[in-house]
C-alpha cells in the first residue's frame, strides 16, 4: 500500500474573486505546499472551485482541511474522496490554478494553466486516477461542456 494520500473537494466561494486575488492565491499556496510536500490543482468556474490536494502525510491534508473549513471564503465544502492512492496526480504542481474566464492575465503565471485546454489535454490520458474522473464530472457540470 502506498503512503501517499490524496482529498478532493468541492466548495462555492462567498466572494467574488477578483484576478489579483486568485494570483496570490496560488503564489500564497506554492510556497506553503513546497515546504509541505503537498501537490495538486485548484480549479475556480463560476463561484466553485474544486481542489485535489495530495501528500504523503495524511495529517497534513487534514490540517490543511481545517483551514479550508474554516476560512469564510468558502462555504458549502464537500469532500468528494478521501484515500490511499496509489501515484500523484500532479507530481509536479505545487499547486496548478486553472481558471474558466479571461487567462491572459495569468498566462506567465507559474503554475497557471487554462481550464479549457487542460480539460481536452485530460481527455486523451491513458491512465485512470479518480481525481481525472471528478475533475471532468466538475467541469462539465460547470460549464455545460
Known amino acids: 500500500m502506498s503512503n501517499l494520500h490524496s482529498i478532493i473537494y468541492t466548495s462555492k466561494s462567498t466572494i467574488n474573486w477578483t484576478d489579483s486575488e486568485l494570483k496570490g492565491l496560488l503564489n500564497k499556496a506554492h510556497h506553503k505546499n513546497q515546504q509541505r510536500g503537498i501537490t495538486g490543482i485548484l480549479i475556480y468556474i463560476n463561484d466553485r472551485f474544486i481542489q485535489v490536494i495530495e ?46 474566464a479571461d487567462a491572459r492575465e495569468f498566462e506567465e503565471l507559474s503554475g497557471y494553466a487554462d481550464v479549457d485546454l487542460f480539460m481536452q489535454d485530460i481527455r486523451t490520458w491513458n491512465r485512470w486516477n479518480p481525481a481525472f474522473e471528478f475533475l471532468k464530472l466538475f467541469y462539465q457540470k460547470n460549464t455545460g461542456l
Not at 495524511?58 to 490540517?63: A, D
Not at 462555504?75 to 499547486?95: G, K, V, Y
Open 55 to 100: 501528500a504523503e502525510n495524511p495529517l497534513v491534508l487534514h490540517q490543511l482541511m481545517e483551514t479550508i473549513q474554516m476560512d469564510e471564503r468558502h462555504e458549502e465544502i464537500f469532500t468528494l474522496f478521501q484515500s490511499p492512492i496509489l501515484e500523484r496526480a500532479f507530481p509536479s504542481w505545487t499547486m496548478g490554478l486553472l481558471k474558466c
